[in-house]
């Protein structure tokens, strides 16, 4: 036990000055006592923070140099925004897909939504032949996307809870093509109508069969 | 258990716990940590045992926070959870994403079970009571011979509706929720510690000797170490310099008051309120008996059954508004979020948590040797004081987010002068880096 004789307080520790007023401790500690407190770790490890600084001087150069050629050179078109729009999205991948802790099914909802935006972007300033992102992307995403999810839910039962939601979530979107069919906005019929189908086929077996884990999670995630 | 009486899967956040989810930061992290230390060594295996064993018994713990379209809720959480090795961090941020989405933490180190809560979760209050079962599982493990006296809540008994439900909502009165303006409060002021670290000092003095203090003042432990704290304060922060515009502002102490006292609730979540002490410092000729009589009197105007019912029904009043429940969460985020910056923790000086006397049952007592108390100090409230009492073992604990410790010096320096021996405990921040 050592002792401070400004404070006059008492204090079990193998350090050599007072926690009150920084002055010395008088007295002699047991080393064989260990501190109350434990000692400083470094837990917060930035991650790859070479790396990232390496990818981030890439990224912003390339997007310079794309811009500057693409703007000193101009052949009409703006055809620099179309790599440029690949790199932003492999940020969104790097991001979103793999540096987040969010559930995988979040991570592709999420990912294959800003895929399908970027696509269509591109299709509707770009390209000979327009429509391609709404008539075959689009819904061949969502198909895809639904497909994924649905088996992944499918193998890892436990973890339903947390991604009926997103599952929901796409099967809403895959709604869309079809309705944009209807409205003659998309040309050619069958990714759409395959991916309605598919979307209809894995609602209706949720409701079917997890009647109340649907509703439960409607519950949730509108209560007022 | 039978599946027929499983417990609800997903709980609303009570009235209290909305807040903390906006508004905690790495800074401002809205946690708080209550610490048992045994008179044996721990032992991990078993301590993770009972964890494991109690979780089950508290489901309001065994959560995740998630949000949807109106409001946040928690979700029962299917991850497994474990305890850790007590780290250099106090009361550290508890982001949702890490910790398998679990909102509290169990540490162990040699002879200490301490838990970290955050803030959403559970008060003091909800949260002894969990630390409280937690330890006697662990004893159970541990082969000792102790029975649970109606004191603790055991892994065998059922989780009924009232300790989950949100006590707030039982006892609001819509006609008594009028709002009453308040002044922004002195702060204390200091060089911050960097790395968001958290500096903790723990005096241990006699409980007798401090209530006979008390009681020769005739006031209360609280209202005794509210006012001590309020002179330490004014001696190093204020006196000399009162003509300074920062120190016209008022000295608050923020006292949380544990309402299971006041109303017959058994609620394990948030249900607890706060009286304030309040006093423009900015004479030179403050005396220690006039700042103890005007502490006793604006604690007692502050317990008051009135006087507590309208601060509780004052916050919940937000929550019945029909217009506010329909607005989408991420709005009502950012409302939450500028009403907080704009009046919620610039309007107290420092909080001071006393947990009070923790009884076990007669058959632990044995076992345990002391116990204690700390809550997190982040941007504005720099100095925070936790207080705990176990046999005659009277812990008061400071954490701090600055180097400087005047107030913490001063303040033991008095209480020895009292003739209490003190002994200091701490967590030597300054050699942290």
């Given at each position: 036990m050592k002792t401070c004789d400004k404070c006059h307080i008492s204090i079990e520790t193998n350090?050599?000055?007072?926690?009150?007023?920084h002055q010395t401790l008088k007295g002699k500690g047991d080393p064989s006592i260990p501190e109350v407190y434990p000692e400083f770790v470094a837990t917060r490890r930035e991650f790859l923070p070479t790396t990232k600084k390496i990818l981030l001087f890439l990224t912003i150069t390339s997007i310079i140099i794309l811009l500057s050629i693409n703007l000193f050179y101009?052949?009409?078109?703006?055809?620099s925004f179309i790599p440029i729009g690949g790199i932003l999205y492999f940020w969104v991948v790097l991001r979103?897909?793999?540096?987040?802790?969010?559930?995988i099914a979040f991570k592709m909802a999420f990912l294959t939504t800003i895929l399908i935006a970027i696509l269509n972007l591109i299709d509707q300033n770009y390209g000979t032949h327009q429509g391609w992102a709404l008539d075959y992307v689009t819904p061949f995403a969502l198909l895809a996307c639904n497909l994924a999810i649905s088996m992944i839910m499918w193998i890892k039962r436990l973890n339903y809870r947390d991604y009926i939601f997103y599952l929901l979530t796409i099967i809403v979107f895959s709604l869309i093509p079809l309705i944009l069919f209807w409205f003659n906005v998309i040309q050619i019929a069958w990714p759409s109508q395959t991916a309605f189908a598919l979307a209809l086929f894995i609602l209706l077996f949720i409701i079917i069969f997890f009647p109340k884990s649907i509703k439960d999670e409607i519950k949730k995630r509108f209560h007022i | 258990m039978n599946n027929n009486n499983k417990y609800r899967e997903w709980y609303k956040l009570d009235n209290s716990a909305k807040i903390f989810p906006e508004v905690s930061t790495r800074k401002e992290t809205n946690t708080f940590r209550v610490q048992v230390v045994l008179k044996e060594v721990v032992d991990p295996d078993l301590l993770q045992q009972a964890t494991d064993s109690i979780l089950e018994r508290y489901p309001m713990f065994k959560v995740r926070l998630k949000t949807g379209f109106f409001w946040r809720y928690f979700d029962y959480n299917s991850m497994p959870f474990s305890i850790e090795p007590l780290n250099h961090m106090v009361c550290g941020g508890l982001s949702p994403k890490d910790n398998n989405g679990y909102l509290f933490k169990v540490f162990y180190r040699h002879n200490i079970i301490a838990i970290e809560v955050f803030h959403s979760l559970a008060d003091g209050g909800g949260a002894y009571m969990f630390l409280k079962s937690i330890i006697y599982e662990y004893f159970v493990l541990k082969g000792y011979d102790i029975s649970?006296?109606?004191?603790i809540l055991t892994k065998d008994s059922l989780p009924t509706i009232e300790e989950y439900e949100d006590a707030h909502a039982a006892y609001y009165d819509p006609k008594n929720h009028k709002h009453m303006p308040e002044k922004k409060a002195f702060g204390i002021k200091g060089t911050p510690i960097s790395g968001d670290l958290v500096g903790l000092i723990s005096g241990t003095v006699s409980t007798k000797k401090i209530l006979n203090l008390a009681r020769a003042n005739n006031a209360t432990i609280t209202e005794y170490l509210t006012a001590i704290i309020m002179e330490t304060i004014y001696i190093t922060q204020i006196k000399y310099r009162?003509?300074?515009?920062?120190?016209?502002?008022p000295v608050k102490i923020f006292v949380p008051v544990n309402l299971r006292n006041h109303f017959p609730s058994k609620s394990l979540r948030n249900f607890s309120n706060f009286i304030k002490s309040d006093m423009v410092m900015n004479r030179s000729d403050i005396t220690f008996e006039e700042i103890l009589d005007l502490v006793k009197k604006q604690f007692k105007l502050g317990l008051q059954k009135d006087e507590l019912i309208r601060k509780m029904s004052e916050n919940f009043a937000f929550e019945k508004n029909i217009f506010l429940r329909l607005t989408p969460f991420h709005l009502k985020k950012f409302v939450m979020k500028l009403g907080y910056s704009l009046?919620?923790?610039?309007?107290?000086t420092m909080s001071f948590t006393n947990i009070g006397r923790v009884d076990f049952p007669e058959s632990m007592i044995p076992y345990i040797d002391n116990i204690s108390a700390a809550v997190y100090s982040g941007k504005f409230n720099t100095l925070n004081l936790g207080i705990a009492s176990f046999g005659d073992k009277f812990k008061i604990t400071f954490t701090r987010s600055i180097i400087e410790t005047t107030i913490e010096r001063e303040f033991f320096r008095k209480l020895s002068e009292l003739g209490l021996d003190v002994e200091i405990e701490s967590n030597y921040v300054e050699v942290y880096q």
């Open positions: 350090q050599k000055y007072c926690p009150l007023c101009p052949d009409g078109t703006l055809w979103y897909g793999i540096l987040s802790k969010q559930n | 649970p006296d109606n004191m009162e003509h300074l515009k920062q120190n016209q502002k009046m919620g923790l610039s309007l107290n």
